[in-house]
């Protein structure tokens, strides 16, 4: 059962003459005067009793007062909070009227339940660590975005390179209609040379062919003496000149051409491996990039996925980048009522035994906002103390120059004041 303040009774604190204040167990508690009243002074009057001496106001004494501030405070778990005396000692009673400390009201008074502007001034990392340590869920989600942001950067350098490279590749030359691999001299040359072997075989089958003709032209001149030789020559020269006739020498100038173009064509076969390897390198971190994005995409959902199993203390409430949004905005885009209910639900959960939270300067919410804030304070089962600039209706008291002003506050003299039947 979270522990709320049943009474409280102050004189001669800050701006305080003397007030009495019976606030609602639940829901909204408005004290309400014009300026400079001492409206402030009822939550720092709260914030030393509860709070200890580091909530001691510089100037605690009222100016003029005859006797020392007197801080007495009730709470629902029966203890008695009291400070009087020239030096506003300290005295905590408990129900069985045993003397106890500021000790056991630091065990369940929350630092930020009396004094809310700190967390409101905190920074946008520190309130979304805050609500992320009470939800349990921060070690885990800032691993995740940890490692979100480590894939991002990754795929941040890798998106580039690929970039780089794809316009490398196609600045890169191709031709078109060369083999895929470069073609081998030796090859050629050795072509080259069988046909040189075969046609120097034909020059020597040819400078035979003219020898036997010299031979024949001499042998013709002695026909007669050797008519036997002769015809042997005769049958030696028909199969020289059969084979002679079918001869046919084969060019090498394309051989010769090729050969003068290797250069040339190797040149292009490598422009063209060159293109591919680099268009190849580009895919390949095309591919990593579209590997990263789907890995960041399951981050997110993952993030998205713890925030959405915790249980939050406010609907709309959440963290997204370590920063607290609250439908949907983040906190300087939020309006000031819903900071403060923000504000309110985050300190409620991080100390739930602390059932009252003090907030100052309650204007900024119209009078439809109060209203829905008391309700969800009342459902929350959590009882506020605030202090606002108005002497209307909605003001539970009225402050006015020290003291409550009992003309304005007759309800609250009444049994069933109105701001305790829920309205606010
Ligand atoms: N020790 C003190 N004795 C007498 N007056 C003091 C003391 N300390 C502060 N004050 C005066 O109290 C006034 C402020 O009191 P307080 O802040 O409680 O008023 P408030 O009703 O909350 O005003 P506001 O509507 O402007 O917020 C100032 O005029 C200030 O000079
Ligand atoms: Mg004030």
């Known amino acids: 059962m979270s522990i709320k303040i049943n009474t409280l009774e102050f004189e001669n604190v800050k701006r305080i003459k003397a007030v009495k204040l019976e606030p609602t167990a639940t ?62 000692s300290l005295k905590v009673i408990d129900p069985d009227g045993n003397r106890s400390g500021q000790q056991l009201l630091n065990t369940f008074i929350s630092a930020f339940a009396l004094d809310l502007p700190k967390f409101m001034n905190a920074s946008d990392r520190e309130k979304a660590d805050i609500l992320l340590q009470i939800i349990g869920v921060g070690d885990q989600l800032s691993a995740l975005e940890t490692e979100e942001s480590r894939l991002y950067n990754q795929r941040t350098a890798v998106g580039r390179i690929a970039d780089q490279k794809k316009k ?22 050795t072509k080259q040379q069988e046909i040189l072997l075969k046609n120097a075989d034909h020059q020597r089958k040819r400078q035979n062919l003219h020898e036997l ?14 008519m036997m030789k002769m015809k042997q020559l005769e049958d030696d020269l028909a199969v020289a000149r059969s084979e002679a006739s079918d001869l046919q020498d084969e060019s090498t100038a394309e051989l010769e051409n090729n050969i003068a173009s290797i250069d040339a064509l190797n ?57 607290l949004l609250y439908k949907s905005r983040q906190w300087d885009s939020m309006s000031g009522s819903d900071q403060l209910k923000a504000a309110t639900a985050i ?19 119209d009078l439809d906002t109060l209203r829905e804030f008391g309700e969800w304070l009342t459902a929350e089962g959590l009882q506020a ?40």
């Open 213 to 226: 003709e010299d031979a024949y032209e001499r042998t013709k001149r002695q026909q007669c003496e050797i």
């Open 168 to 189: 490398y590749a196609s600045e890169l030359v191709h031709w078109e209609g060369v083999p895929e691999t470069p073609v081998s001299a030796s090859e050629l040359i």
């Open 267 to 323: 040149a292009k076969i490598r422009d063209n491996l060159n293109k591919e390897q680099a268009e190849d390198e580009a895919k390949q971190y095309e591919d990593e990039y579209i590997g990263l994005t789907a890995q960041i995409t399951d981050l997110r959902q993952q993030k998205q996925d713890l925030l959405q199993n915790a249980n939050l203390p406010l609907p709309q409430l959440t963290v997204e980048n370590g920063k």
């Open 347 to 365: 300190v409620r959960c991080l100390n739930p035994d602390c059932g009252f939270v003090l907030l100052d300067k309650l204007e900024q919410m």
């Open 27 to 88: 829901g909204l508690t408005i004290i309400g005067g014009k300026n400079n009243q001492g409206k402030t002074s009822v939550l720092d009057a709260i914030a030393w009793a509860l709070g200890g001496d580091k909530y001691k106001p510089t100037s605690a004494a009222r100016d003029g007062a005859y006797t020392d501030p007197m801080l007495r405070v009730e709470l629902s778990n029966g203890l008695i909070i009291e400070r009087k005396g020239k030096n506003s």
């Open 385 to 424: 103390i605030a202090t606002r600039v108005s002497t209307g209706d909605e003001c539970s008291i009225i402050i006015e120059d020290g003291c409550v002003n009992s003309a304005n506050t007759a309800d609250t003299a009444s049994p069933v004041p109105t701001w305790k039947t829920g309205v606010f």
